[in-house]
């Protein structure tokens, strides 16, 4: 699993792409990578989920919105955070074949950025 970084101050849109290999391209990219776990022609389908859990174990209090499938891809927005917590993302979507892919990527929400 891969960690990116923001701002509690900063709303950003994320993607978990299900289609790339990683690392992502530093801390403050905006995709996880899950590894090649589509087939060729298969894509992701219908409404994705999203959980988040904290790992000081206390509620979340990430805000996600815009949360859409394409092609290979979950894309989501996220805002607030709190400094120095990181949080654990787990997304979920259905394929083209009937299928469910679930991924996962760290988020540290950071007054301090890399």
Do not use: C
């Amino acid at each position: 699993m891969y960690t990116l970084s923001k701002h509690p101050s900063e709303t950003l849109a994320y993607v978990m792409d299900f289609a790339a290999d990683g690392p992502p391209a530093g801390a403050r990219a905006s995709t996880w990578p899950q590894g090649h776990l589509l087939a060729a022609g298969e894509s992701l389908s219908g409404v994705p989920t999203i959980g988040v859990r904290r790992d000081d174990g206390q509620a979340s209090d990430l805000t996600l919105t815009n949360t859409s499938t394409s092609g290979s891809q979950i894309l989501f927005t996220v805002a607030g955070g709190q400094d120095g917590v990181t949080y654990i993302l787990t997304a979920q979507a259905s394929t083209s074949s009937g299928e469910t892919r679930v991924g996962e990527g760290a988020l540290v929400v950071s007054l301090t950025l890399p």
